[in-house]
Every structure is written in C-alpha cells, then in structure tokens.
C-alpha cells in the first residue's frame, strides 16, 4: 500500500456529533469534551457551528463554547457556517479557521440550507469576504459527495463542477464528505484519481460516516490517492439532522489505532483519546459504536488458560 507518514485528524464529535444528540449537552460538558480532546493531542478539532439556533438548537450555544475552551497552542479550533452571517458569528468569537457547507445535490442542499446550489455558492462568496477581511483561513466541505439520501449516487462530473465553482472562487481547501456512508472505496478512489490532477494545489479532506461500515475502507482508498486531512468523531457519534438515515461519523480512535498499527503518525495519545471516548460515552448515556473502547488496543495480552504454559513447545 501507499500510504502516507502521517495523517492530519479533523475531530468533528463536538459539531457533526452533538448536533443530532436528541438532548442538549450542557455547554460546560461541550467544553470539557473539546478540551479532553486537545489534551490528548487532537490537532484540529471542528468545535461548533454557527447556523441558525432554531435549526440546529443542539448548538445554540457556539459563542459560550468558543470562549469557554482552554486554547491549547498545537491545536486549530475551527466551526462550520452556512453563510456571511454565521462568518460573522465565528469570527467575532476566534475561530483559527471556518468551514463552509453546501451540498452536491440541490436536493440535499435545500433541505440542509435552505437554498440551492448557486444561492450557496454566494453566500459563500460573502463567507470567503468576511473571513478574508479577518485574516481567518476558509476551509469548504461539500456534503453528500458520493451520494444523496434523496437523488441517490452523485455523478462524479456534479461533484467536480461544485468543486470548480469554490476553487474559482479562492477554495484552497476542500472537503469530500459522505453525509450518510453511501461511499465505497472504489468510488472514492476513482473520484479523487479524478480531481486531485485537475485541481492542483488544492487540500483535500476526507469527511466520512460508518453508516454502511465503509468509512475506515473509503479512508484508506483516499489516502492512497494522497489525502491526508481526515474528519473523524469521538466513538463514533455524528450525524446530519437533514439527512435521513444518516448516522455516526467515522470513530475517531478507532482510526487513530487503525494509523497508527499501520505505522502512520497522528501525533494523537490514543489512551488519552480512549479516555475521552468513555466520557463522551457517560455524558450521552450510552455505549457508542467505537470498537476499540471495547476490544481494546491490538496489543492487548490474555492471560493463558490453564494447562496451556506447560504444554507449549519450547522454542529453540
Ligand atoms: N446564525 C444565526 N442566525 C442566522 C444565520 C446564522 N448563521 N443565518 C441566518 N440567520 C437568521 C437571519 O438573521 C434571519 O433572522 P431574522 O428572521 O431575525 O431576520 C433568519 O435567520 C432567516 O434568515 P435566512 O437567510 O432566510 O435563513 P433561512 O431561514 O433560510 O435558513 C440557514 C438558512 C442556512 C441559516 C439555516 O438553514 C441553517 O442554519 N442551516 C444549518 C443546517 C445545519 O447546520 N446542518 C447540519 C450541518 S451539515
Ligand atoms: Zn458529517
């Protein structure tokens, strides 16, 4: 395999995950998380959004998160904004780094923003506007990339035309997102063969969910392809309030452990990282679909049974 020295991980729990949490976490536990996380080395993590209250009310709290955090210098807090007003928002409350979000298919872009692709594509002209005169670095992620809860696979050809349009507009960084785990390696390997050569210079981030337990496949086929920007969340949480069937992103240590037993760097502590996970698990009141939490670490040693130690043969 070709793969990378070390990948760059994106957590996405306290954002893609919190927000479709049926009850509200508390923003002190919000804070608490997103600190756990920067503790154990996490070097980017996607805090909150700044949306529209009413719409996503899970994360209504973003301003009060942001301020609250412990700023750990190594880490890139960022926040996810559907247009200039959402910018402002996150400017105003010091975010290193915004992420935009529109859709490949019009279907799922109205139902998640409320707008079509183009009307998007000016909001985020405005975005690009805002964070330009602040000095704050714009990173945007196409949702529903591979495929749509409502229009079903999404033409390769409808994903590169929105790509065009954000790298006219001074897109530098991109994210490819699987809204709802439609995605198999095949098909992420033939798209980013495809636009990695047509847009030179542009970061690519892989943003995953393991709805179909494809995600940490899909991850492996982009790497391939030399993406090395990957979105994950804690246990396993996630998912998007507007696209039905959609579940938990891909599980941030169980990815990290999968890297590094490849040999790959995160420059991630994975027990601190466990140990966040079983919080994030205490605080949503249930067990999340993290395997490593479970199975532990591949290094993990059994005692033998009894009887066995006497009756293996001895070595040289
Ligand atoms: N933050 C807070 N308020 C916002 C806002 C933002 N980012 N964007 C718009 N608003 C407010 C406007 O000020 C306006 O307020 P008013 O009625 O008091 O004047 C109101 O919302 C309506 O504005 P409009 O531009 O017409 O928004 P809309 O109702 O069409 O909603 C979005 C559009 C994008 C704001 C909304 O659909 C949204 O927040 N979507 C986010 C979905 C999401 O987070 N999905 C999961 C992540 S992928
Ligand atoms: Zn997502």
């Known amino acids: 395999m070709k793969l990378p020295a070390r990948v760059t991980v994106c957590e996405v729990g306290s954002r893609d995950g919190f927000q479709i949490e049926p009850d509200f976490i508390p923003t002190e536990l919000k804070v608490e998380v997103v600190d756990l996380l920067s503790y154990a080395g996490v070097p980017r993590i996607e805090v909150t959004s700044f949306v529209h209250p009413k719409v996503v009310p899970q994360l209504r709290d973003a301003e009060t998160v942001m301020a609250k955090i412990r700023r750990r210098p190594g880490t890139r807090y960022a926040a996810l904004v559907p247009n ?11 975010v290193d780094v915004i992420h935009t979000v529109l859709s490949a298919s019009e279907s799922h872009n109205l139902a998640n923003v409320n707008m079509t692709i183009a009307e998007s594509l000016e909001k985020l002209r405005a975005v690009m506007q805002v964070a330009g005169r602040a000095g704050v670095p714009v990173g945007c992620g196409i949702s529903t990339s591979f495929g749509c809860p409502f229009e079903g696979e999404v033409p390769v050809e409808q994903l590169e035309r929105v790509v065009g349009a954000l790298v006219d507009m001074g897109a530098h960084a991109i994210g490819i997102a699987d ?23 542009v970061e690519w981030t892989l943003h995953t969910h393991d709805t179909r337990a494809m995600a940490i496949p899909n991850i492996l086929a982009a790497m391939e ?5 990957i979105d994950s969340s804690i246990g396993g949480l996630g998912g998007c309030p507007f696209a039905p069937g959609a ?8 990815l990290v452990h999968c890297l590094h037993a490849m040999g790959v760097e995160t420059g991630i502590d994975l027990d601190r990282l466990l140990a966040v996970s079983r919080r994030v698990q205490e605080i949503v009141g249930r067990a999340l679909p993290g395997q490593i939490v479970k199975a532990g670490k591949s290094d993990r040693r059994y005692p033998l049974p009894d009887g066995v130690a006497a009756r293996l043969p001895r070595a040289g």
Do not use: H, W
């Open 84 to 94: 200039d007003k959402g910018a402002v928002r996150a400017v105003d409350a010091g």
């Open 179 to 201: 809204t709802t785990g439609m995605a198999n390696p095949r098909q992420v390997a033939r798209v980013f063969e495809r636009l990695v050569p047509r847009f030179p210079g």
């Open 225 to 229: 392809y030399g993406v090395t920007n």
């Open 247 to 254: 579940s938990g992103n891909v599980c941030s240590e169980d």
